[in-house]
């Protein structure tokens, strides 16, 4: 895995207060964050910044999280980003929509930090262990 200071997270949520604490407690873990308010900027930062992992809030205005990731996964330029969909609703169906749109999973935000951190680790590992043997495939 990369050291977590090369590692770029999008969380896109358009709840300040979620994304201050989030940004707060990954950067204390050594990750670099980027922010949205909205999808349609998060996806616009997602195509610009390319970033390794994205925290994406279901509930969004002017263009739901459902709808960001089918078209993160339509782009080939950022389709390989996992995307993790954070909410405040924790609905089976919703988390089915997630899985259907290519996230890799569903969290609810109040899920305790030391656990969302894991998963978000655990992703990242998964992530970097692909690429590696993608990498060591195309060498041969």
Same mark, same amino acid.
Request: hydrophobic share 40%.
């Given at each position: 895995?990369?050291?977590?200071?090369?590692?770029?997270?999008?969380?896109?949520?358009?709840?300040?207060?979620?994304?201050?604490?989030?940004?707060?407690?990954l950067?204390?873990?050594?990750? &670099?964050?980027?922010?949205?308010?909205?999808? +349609? /900027?998060?996806?616009?930062?997602?195509?610009k #910044?390319?970033? %390794?992992?994205?925290?994406?809030?279901?509930?969004?205005?002017?263009?739901?999280?459902?709808?960001?990731?089918?078209?993160?996964?339509?782009? &080939?330029?950022?389709?390989?980003?996992?995307? +993790? /969909?954070?909410?405040?609703?924790?609905?089976? #169906?919703?988390? %089915?929509?997630?899985?259907?749109?290519?996230?890799?999973?569903?969290?609810?935000?109040?899920?305790?930090?030391?656990?969302?951190?894991?998963?978000?680790?655990?992703?990242?590992?998964?992530?970097?262990?692909?690429?590696?043997?993608l990498?060591?495939?195309?060498?041969?």
């Open positions: 895995m990369k050291d977590t200071h090369s590692i770029h997270i999008l969380i896109i949520d358009d709840d300040p207060t979620y994304l201050k604490m989030m940004r707060s407690r950067e204390k873990v050594g990750y &670099q964050i980027l922010t949205a308010p909205d999808g +349609l /900027m998060g996806l616009n930062l997602a195509r #910044e390319k970033p %390794d992992l994205i925290l994406l809030d279901l509930m969004l205005p002017g263009m739901d999280g459902h709808k960001v990731c089918r078209l993160i996964k339509f782009d &080939q330029h950022i389709q390989h980003i996992p995307v +993790l /969909m954070v909410t405040s609703r924790d609905l089976d #169906e919703d988390a %089915d929509m997630a899985k259907k749109c290519g996230a890799v999973g569903f969290i609810v935000k109040t899920t305790r930090f030391e656990v969302t951190l894991d998963i978000i680790k655990r992703l990242l590992d998964r992530t970097t262990n692909k690429t590696n043997e990498s060591s495939s195309n060498k041969s």
